[in-house]
Nanobody, 125 residues
Framework: VQLVESGGGLVQTGGSLKLSCVAS????????VGWFRQAPGKGREGVSC????????YYADSVKGRFTISRDNAKNTMYLQIDSLKPEDTAIYYC???????????????????WGQGTQVTVSS
């Protein structure tokens, strides 16, 4: 099982990025996978989740209306479109399997396996 994140970068406040998570050995239409982030000096928190069973999407309060999670089953890839970026969005972003899209999403946890390297998102003010 391997999940590889990409798409991060340095952007100005108000900018956009699209993060990708390519899964190998883990069918995304069978396992629920979420996006997490870890800001400097802070713990890792759940950001968004898409249910494997019905495709329902969930977001942390801090990103609602700005982030959009999606999934391409044919490519076994999950995406996170990030718009209206704020400096407080600066973090390393990870994708990982989670047992369920727990509410609040911020409390989502890694279900199995280990964290990948993530992709760095830096927002300048």
């Amino acid at each position: 099982v391997q999940l590889v994140e990409s798409g991060g970068g340095l952007v100005q406040t108000g900018g956009s990025l699209k993060l990708s998570c390519v899964a190998s050995g883990l069918p995304l239409d069978y396992y629920t996978v979420g996006w997490f982030r870890q800001a400097p000096g802070k713990g890792r928190e759940g950001v968004s989740c898409i249910s494997a069973s019905n495709g329902s999407t969930y977001y942390a309060d801090s990103v609602k209306g700005r982030f959009t999670i999606s999934r391409d089953n044919a490519k076994n890839t999950m995406y996170l479109q990030i718009d209206s970026l704020k400096p407080e969005d600066t973090a390393i972003y990870y994708c990982a399997p989670t047992a369920a899209c727990s509410r609040p999403i911020e409390t989502m946890r890694l279900y199995f396996g280990s964290w990948g390297q993530g992709t760095q998102v830096t927002v300048s003010s």
